[in-house]
Nanobody, 125 residues
Framework: QVQLVESGGGLVQAGGSLRLSCAAS????????MGWFRQAPGKEREFVAA????????YYADSVKGRFTISRDNAQNTVYLQMNSLKPEDTAVYYC??????????????????WGQGTQVTVSS
């Protein structure tokens, strides 16, 4: 089992920045690819970003490319999502996820094994 706990959400004005963190415990964190997803009210959960277990590969949704950066610190068992130039449409609950396959995190979230409980991000206009 892998337990994931997100933090760092909050209320920010458009154009501002937030840094989300996801702390992992349980099985060996460095064996897992990690991802961030989000779900806005009335919408389906959508992919935001993914990072491979050694940080050699990252992948972003087009909607956040150039504004968000995913990173990880395997020594701290933590994955981060730096969000800059935030827009009201970024408002959502943000979830982190863990799966051994980077490809699955990128392409097939229905197969992801572990999810956090989510953290709310609200961007005001």
């Amino acid at each position: 089992q892998v337990q994931l706990v997100e933090s760092g959400g909050g209320l920010v004005q458009a154009g501002g920045s937030l840094r989300l963190s996801c702390a992992a415990s349980g099985r060996t964190f460095s064996n897992y690819a990690m991802g961030w997803f989000r779900q806005a009210p009335g919408k389906e959960r959508e992919f935001v970003a993914a990072i491979s277990w050694r940080s050699s590969s990252t992948y972003y949704a087009d909607s956040v490319k150039g504004r968000f950066t995913i990173s990880r610190d395997n020594a701290q068992n933590t994955v981060y999502l730096q969000m800059n130039s935030l827009k009201p449409e970024d408002t959502a609950v943000y979830y982190c996820a863990a799966q051994k396959s980077f490809t699955v995190v990128r392409n097939t979230p229905s197969l992801i094994d572990y999810w956090g409980q989510g953290t709310q991000v609200t961007v005001s206009s």
